[in-house]
Each structure stands twice: as C-alpha cells, then as structure tokens.
C-alpha cells in the first residue's frame, strides 16, 4: 500500500520570499500524486497533478511541483508567496486501480509581512 | 457547475442522537469518500464507495455506517454519536482509477456534546 510523509507540520514564510513544501510517498510503482489547498474555512482543491511525463507539473496560483523518482519526492513550489497562499497543503499519492487516494498530514503555511 | 454538496454544513448534536449527513455529486463518479479532519492528524478515511452498493471500511470506520443506494449520493449515518466524533467532516467524489482527481465538498462542521 501508498503512504505519505509530509515532514512539516507549520512552515512560516515573509510575503514575497520563496515558498518549498516537502512530500515523500512511498509506493513500488509509478505513482499518482497530487497536491491540494485547504484555505481557512474551505474545502480542499486540487492544485496539481502528476501521473507521467515530465517531472516539473505547472498548478494553478503559480505553484509547481517536481517528481523525483530517486529520492520518492515530489515537493512542491512557490517562487514568491502571497498573503493569501496562507492556508494547509495536502500531498495525496494515488495508486492503478480502484484504490483510495492516501493523504498526507499536511502542512500549515503561514505567511508574514 | 460540477460539485460536490454537503449538508448541514454545521451541526451542533447531543450524545446518542442519529443524525445523517447528506453528500451528492453531479459529476457520475463512480468513486465517493467519506474523511473527517482533526488536528495534526490530518484527512483519515472513514468510508468509501466505488460504485453503486459496494463500500467499504477506509481507516477510521468505527460508529459510522454508509450506504450507496444511488450514484450520486453517499450519506454518511452517525446511529449513536459521541463526543469523540466532533470533528470536520469531507465527502469527496472521483472517477475511477487511481490517477483522477478527488473532488470535495465544502465541509461539515459536526460538535457532539
């Protein structure tokens, strides 16, 4: 079975600075892998998405994140942080097959002035 | 619009009163979920459903029941509450296999005195 391991539990950040949250999954094949958002008060949506190809996936809100086979990551990116990116992030790892999405714990970014 | 709908969104019970929370999806998926959010432990699964009257027990599914009678809905059923189940609830919804994304719901907020 998957499992995900989010080393973070709150990460602060100064608006404007670079942003890297870090994802390690565990699993023996090629695997799904997702980030969510959960702002204060929300549901979770997708940020982005990797099933193949190229290692560096584009999301929404000007995040990135790459897939690093080598080292079972797939951290994900901000080159400048916003105020509003405050908010939990989710690494999910899903697998082929019918099987459930595993989440990781999450990681609470703050941001400062 | 393609969405995932909740209700209540809040509920304030007391300890041994069913309740029902409500989950319907307008997008066919196959694949729904029933998670609960509680702090620094992140998403656990309680439920999930991969079609219609096929469920199955996800991490946490002790005092919760579910049924799939129809595609679009998942409700998830508390037969005697207790204080331990306060907690944020999720429902989500997918297609099958395991490279889709998980689309959620907005949340419900469930206090058990």
Known sequence: AQSVTQPDIHITVSEGASL????????????????YVQSPGQGLQLLLKYFSGDTLVQGIKGFEAEFKRSQSSFNLRKPSVHWSDAAEYFCAVGAIGNTPLVFGKGTRLSVIA | EAQVTQNPRYLITV???KLTVTCSQNMNHEYMSWYRQDPGLGLRQIYYSMNVEVTDKGDVPEGYKVSRKEKRNFP?????????????????SRRGGGSS?????????LTVT
Do not use: D, H, M, V
């Open chain 2, 15 to 17: 300890t041994g009163k």
């Open chain 1, 20 to 35: 890297e949250l870090r994802c390690n999954y565990s699993y023996g094949a090629t695997p799904y892998l997702f980030w």
């Open chain 2, 101 to 109: 994304e998980q689309y959620f719901g907005p949340g419900t907020r």
């Open chain 2, 76 to 92: 998830l059923i508390l037969e005697s509450p207790s204080p331990n189940q306060t907690s944020l609830y999720f429902c989500a």
